[in-house]
């Protein structure tokens, strides 16, 4: 698809949010809001991501003939990275909201989202290099600190029925046991 259109990426974003929700729903036994917010998180972050990434390699692209954002609107590539950046910021608070995590999320996350948004505005802002590489490093200590942060800050009983955990339970002992 990278060959014929820029809608490549947010396919691949697609496919990159699909996780959480599975893993959500396989514990739960079903596909509630949080699993949504889950997935939106990852779907969202995967823009600023890749559009920095991929900011840096369009003359590799384009000698490939691939289709990106990059290659074939760089301004809507900024655009897009900027846009999926602020997105952020209400999804991490609406696990606070739903009560999946504690409202310190809303305040820790927002920290986290504000440096991220504030290099996504220079690269929106002045796109080249040094930009670009900026948000792309913000972004791969970004989203392994939002998770951290949902993992610290998470709110009541799991929702998870009590025979998963039975099972996980179990299934930890047997493997102590060998």
């Known amino acids: 698809m990278k060959r014929t259109s820029v809608y490549n990426t947010w396919v691949g974003s697609v496919v990159g949010a699909i996780p959480p929700i599975m893993g959500w729903t396989s514990v739960t036994g079903s596909i509630d809001l949080n699993a949504l917010i889950l997935g939106a998180i990852l779907f969202a972050w995967q823009f600023p991501h890749f559009n920095a990434l991929s900011w840096n390699l369009r003359n590799d692209y384009s000698r490939a003939g691939y289709n990106m954002m990059s290659v074939v609107d760089p301004g809507l590539s900024k655009r897009v990275a900027l846009r999926y950046s ?5 999804l991490t608070v609406a696990l606070s909201a739903t009560g999946l995590c504690t409202p310190w999320l809303a305040l820790d996350g927002s920290l986290l989202n504000a440096v991220l948004i504030h290099r996504a505005w220079k690269f929106y802002d002045d796109g080249n290099e040094k930009t670009a590489r900026k948000l792309f490093m ?6 392994p600190g939002i998770l951290v942060l949902i993992l610290i800050h998470k709110g009541g009983e799991p929702k998870c029925p009590k025979y998963a955990l039975k099972t996980i339970a179990g299934d930890i002992r047997f493997f102590a046991d060998k």
């Open 86 to 90: 602020v997105a952020l910021a209400p």
């Open 138 to 143: 913000t972004t791969l200590w970004h989203l």
